[in-house]
């Protein structure tokens, strides 16, 4: 009886190390096929988007496994009406949407920022109302559903040594895997939130 329970007790424990090793392969081989696709994914998307912001005073660098789209507020924004887009920018900004709404594998995050030399409240209101002045003419060409959202993210990621003070004044595009929209969202709500309630603050 102890030999057969001897037996019975090997044979489990090979097994179990067996799936065990199974799945840690199979992990691997799951993360290495994710990354390859991610790689693949941001080069097929750089190309698309350096076309559709040829001759524009937009920018394009990569972050985090994403894409992102710089449009400064002072060549793309009416001076006088600081919300309301420049009609030079239209047509940038429709070729970004176009190629989106033709890539069902790509989302897109906008996101108004400001300097700190206004109050909060102010700060929130402007970078809101210019992500979604960039907002609608996605809306506008067709990228709908859960593929896109706006924030306003204020004075919350103020640039690192910027030329002068205007320049923390931007929209940002960014350009991510559908898949992965919600590890980005993840990153940039928290401060979205908290910006929010220093705006609604007396």
């Not at 108004?112 to 809306?139: C, E, P, Y």
Request: charged letters at 20%; one cysteine or more; hydrophobic letters at 40%.
């Amino acid at each position: 009886m102890n030999r057969t329970f001897y037996q019975w007790a090997l044979v489990s424990i090979c097994s179990v190390l067996a799936a065990c090793s199974s799945n840690k392969v199979a992990d691997e081989v799951v993360a290495i096929d994710k990354n390859s696709v991610s790689a693949q994914w941001m080069s097929e998307k750089e190309v698309l988007l350096r076309e559709s912001i040829k001759d524009s005073s937009f920018t394009l660098h990569q972050q985090e496994g994403a894409w992102v789209i710089t449009a400064p507020a002072q060549t793309s924004f009416n001076p006088d009406r600081p919300a309301l887009l420049l009609p030079s920018m239209l047509r940038p900004i429709t070729r970004i949407a176009k190629m989106l709404e033709a890539n069902s594998d790509a989302a897109v995050l906008v996101l108004g920022h400001t300097d700190s030399t206004s109050d909060n409240k102010a700060n929130h209101q402007l970078s809101a109302d210019r992500a979604r002045s960039v907002a609608s003419i996605f809306r506008l060409s067709g990228l709908k559903g859960g593929r896109m959202v706006h924030l306003g993210m204020g004075s919350s990621y103020l640039l690192e040594k910027p030329k002068s003070t205007a320049q923390n004044h931007r929209v940002e595009i960014i350009i991510t895997p559908h898949v992965q929209m919600q590890d980005m969202m993840a990153i940039y709500h928290p401060a979205y939130v908290r910006q929010l309630a220093l705006s609604q603050s007396k």
